[in-house]
């Protein structure tokens, strides 16, 4: 489990109560206060080990549905009714949140490692985001940004040509980047509205965050799309995708309401069907260094860089 971002859940979520997310088989709680600070913690109580997202969130605290033991959003125990002192160990493990765009995200050790990025040419306040879009797929989790450094699948799952050579690059200790330019050759029917509307070539940026947060950018000759693809490692061999679209915003307020949610539908519905295409093709991959071919140059050093990088780094400590 490298340390990352990794999508908790829907701001509107939180209204209801606390929500449990599994990040690698670890149980995290998310809960949101009377005053709207967003907090996560382990969701087993340090009590017995009840489970904290069963429990009720009472002003600033969570607290257990079991003794009602309350834990602020630090992790600290504030009051146990049925003792007057709250001993040293009564404390959980609290974990960094941010929202972007409606959107809630953990970072998975005590510290955040890296701020939450963002797309290299748009800011989130500058984005409308669609609802999230959720696949399940029977692979291991780094086969899924590695999947973005792989240039002859994009020829054979979405009828993308290449045009010219890759730039690979590593923009922050933490991110592996690749920016290629595609022909959009396919011949069925969302490629050729693609190409009226948008543009036939496409400058494709795919940046990887720590293994588990890809954001990606199609820049056509009229438009430009923006995905965010958070990666959730469930069990060897079973990762959870979850890819939020997002739309740039309109100038005017009308436009905001009306035009931007129906842009955010129609390209959310594109990037399903591209994605689909991947995860047909993608269950039951596994990678092995020994069988790549010189075209898969790309794919190779992106697992290099993240053996090196991101788990060799992390794992060494």
Request: glycine share 8%.
């Amino acid at each position: 489990m490298p340390w990352s971002w990794y999508y908790g859940c829907e701001l509107k979520q939180l209204w209801a109560g606390p929500v449990r997310r599994s990040i690698g088989g670890r149980p995290f709680v998310i809960f949101r206060t009377k005053s709207g600070t967003i907090a996560a913690l382990d969701a087993r109580c340090v009590h017995l080990g009840a489970d904290l997202s069963r429990g009720q969130v009472v002003g600033e605290c969570l607290r257990c549905p079991f003794h009602e033991w309350a834990f602020g959003t630090d992790g600290r125990c504030t009051n146990i009714p049925a003792s007057p002192s709250i001993p040293e160990f009564a404390m959980q493990a609290s974990y960094p949140t941010v929202v972007r765009g409606g959107h809630v995200f953990v970072f998975n050790s005590l510290q955040a490692r890296f701020d939450m990025p963002c797309f290299d040419t748009a800011t989130y306040e500058s984005l409308h985001p669609a609802n999230p879009i959720e696949f399940y797929a029977d692979i291991d989790w780094p086969l899924v940004a590695g999947n973005g450094f792989d240039l002859q699948h994009f020829r054979a799952a979405h009828d993308r040509t290449l045009v010219g050579e890759p730039i690979i690059d590593s923009p922050s200790t933490f991110a592996r980047r690749i920016r290629a330019n595609f022909l959009v050759t396919g011949k069925g029917w969302r490629d050729r509205l693609t190409e009226k509307f948008s543009g036939r070539q496409v400058e494709m940026s795919v940046t990887c965050w720590s293994g588990t947060l890809i954001l990606v950018m199609a820049k056509f000759r009229r438009t430009t799309s923006y995905g965010m693809v958070c990666v959730t490692p469930l069990s060897p061999g079973k990762t959870r995708l979850q890819t939020i679209v997002w739309v740039p915003k309109s100038r005017t307020k009308l436009g905001r309401m009306i035009i931007d949610p129906i842009d955010a539908i129609i390209r959310r519905s594109f990037i399903k069907a591209f994605m689909r295409a991947d995860q047909d093709r993608l269950d039951g991959t596994r990678y092995n260094r020994n069988t790549l071919i010189g075209a898969d140059a790309a794919l190779a050093a992106y697992f290099d860089w993240l053996q090196a990088t991101i788990l060799g780094e992390q794992f060494s400590k």
